[in-house]
T-cell receptor, first 115, second 114 residues
Framework: NAGVTQTPKFRVLKTGQSMTLLCAQDMNHEYMYWYRQDPGMGLRLIHYSVGEGTTAKGEVPDGYNVSRLKKQNFLLGLESAAPSQTSVYFC??????????????FGPGTRLLVL | GDSVTQMEGPVTLSEEAFLTINCTYTATGYPSLFWYVQYPGEGLQLLLKATKADDKGSNKGFEATYRKETTSFHLEKGSVQVSDSAVYFCALSDSVLSAGKSTFGDGTTLTVKP
């Protein structure tokens, strides 16, 4: 199993450009998440999904959109990139367990630089 | 809301030293607690977890005990190695109703010198 994969690994954008980050998981997990990681600020949840066709806002959703058309994929879009969106983006997935909370499985990250 | 507070870093230790990274939490329910580790250039990976009070999670020589009375989940290792150099995140997940969402601390950077 590849686990959680992210595409691309690194990207440079100019202000105003758009792009889509792709996350794929092969563990049949119901839940998927997009985070951004900035120095000294830990991980902040951007958007998440509890299943195919559903998405919800996280802590810092402004400037981002997401879609989950297939259970295994979760896309993060930037319609008009801004320098403040320079960050490392992580995708994660998890599964439902009625016996208690479970951990998340993370991808390797996408480094985005917006000039 | 839920929150996690971690010991501020960076932490620098010599090889074979004892490690403690403090973590305290605030939660309304009965959360599960996690420690994740992030090696340079990689994503986070689960190091250990505990799902109820007094549980001890352990892995690769690291340990942490879920202390409900002090709302703490401190990470310890008796003898660190250079290969333990990484960023460590404490996290909690509040209930099965939270869609698996977790609250993370800001991370503590550990550097181990030979």
């Amino acid at each position: 199993n590849a686990g959680v994969t992210q595409t691309p690994k690194f990207r440079v954008l100019k202000t105003g450009q758009s792009m889509t980050l792709l996350c794929a998981q092969d563990m049949n997990h119901e839940y998927m998440y997009w985070y951004r990681q900035d120095p000294g600020m830990g991980l902040r949840l951007i958007h998440y999904s509890v299943g195919e066709g559903t998405t919800a806002k996280g802590e810092v959703p402004d400037g981002y959109n997401v879609s989950r058309l297939k259970k295994q994929n979760f896309l993060l879009g930037l319609e008009s990139a801004a320098p403040s969106q320079t960050s490392v983006y992580f995708c994660a997935s998890s599964y439902q367990n009625l016996a208690g909370a479970v951990s998340q499985y993370f991808g390797p990250g996408t480094r985005l630089l917006v000039l | 809301g839920d929150s996690v507070t971690q010991m501020e870093g960076p932490v620098t230790l010599s090889e074979e030293a004892f490690l403690t990274i403090n973590c305290t939490y605030t939660a309304t329910g009965y959360p599960s607690l996690f420690w994740y580790v992030q090696y340079p250039g990689e994503g986070l990976q689960l190091l250990l977890k505990a799902t109820k009070a007094d549980d001890k999670g352990s892995n690769k020589g690291f340990e942490a005990t879920y202390r409900k009375e002090t709302t703490s989940f401190h990470l310890e290792k008796g003898s660190v190695q250079v290969s333990d150099s990484a960023v460590y995140f404490c996290a909690l997940s509040d209930s099965v109703l939270s869609a698996g969402k977790s609250t993370f601390g800001d991370g503590t950077t550990l550097t181990v010198k030979p």
